[in-house]
T-cell receptor
């Protein structure tokens, strides 16, 4: 079974500073996808960034970047120049092909609550 | 207008009542999903559907049923609600067949079972 672990239930960061959210996962698969989703107080789930496991280059989206360490099964999210609007729950998620079903399923971590302090 | 909508947004009901949560999408996606979110547990998959004729159980399907009335509509039912089904419920959609497809989420339904 795949598990996704986010070891930091809550974090805080000063506005304009950089913060890194941790995520580790457990799988025996060689190809899969990893995602970070953001859930602000509005409770809407918003995709932040995605990474394909066989791509060595770390994904980046503006102020958001990942540090993907496949051998260590680690997928951390770095937020640079933190803004007040980054205050949210952040969920790491693992997607893989379900054998025999022809479908891809997401497994989510328990989330990290990030607060950006003015 | 939102691409994925859920009704109702909030609902309070009593133990033993039948409840239906509805999801509609205008994205034209084939695949639809129902998740529940509990504090400290993240999102867990209840059911998913590839098309109108295809329904599959997820991780936590006990106590729930679904209906895919059309490509755009996917409903979740609680036949006899119980308090531990109090949670935030999300519908999501994705395009078909492509690995790594983003799932697009609705705004969620907060359900409270007394």
């Amino acid at each position: 079974a795949q598990t996704v672990t986010q070891s930091q239930p809550e974090m805080s960061v000063q506005e304009a500073e950089t913060v890194t959210l941790s995520c580790t996962y457990d799988t025996s698969e060689s190809n899969y996808y990893l995602f970070w989703y953001k859930q602000p107080p509005s409770r809407q789930m918003i995709l932040v960034i995605r990474q394909e496991a066989y791509k060595q280059q770390n994904a980046t989206e503006n102020r958001f970047s990942v540090n993907f360490q496949k051998a260590a099964k680690s997928f951390s999210l770095k937020i640079s120049d933190s803004q007040l609007g980054d205050t949210a729950m952040y969920f790491c998620a693992f997607m893989k092909l379900v054998s025999g079903a022809g479908s891809y399923q997401l497994t989510f971590g328990k989330g990290t609550k990030l607060s950006v302090i003015p | 207008d939102a691409d994925v909508t859920q009704t109702p947004r909030n609902r309070i009901t009593k133990t033993g009542k039948r409840i239906m949560l509805e999801c509609s999408q205008t994205k034209g996606h084939d695949r639809m999903y129902w998740y529940r979110q509990d504090p400290g547990l993240g999102l867990r998959l209840i059911y998913y559907s590839f098309d109108v004729k295809d329904i599959n159980k997820g991780e936590i399907s006990d106590g729930y049923s679904v209906s895919r009335q059309a490509q755009a509509k996917f409903s979740l039912s609680l036949e006899s609600a119980i308090p531990n089904q109090t949670a935030l419920y999300f519908c999501a959609t994705s395009d078909s067949g492509l690995a790594g497809d983003e799932q697009f989420f609705g705004p969620g339904t907060r359900l409270t079972v007394l």
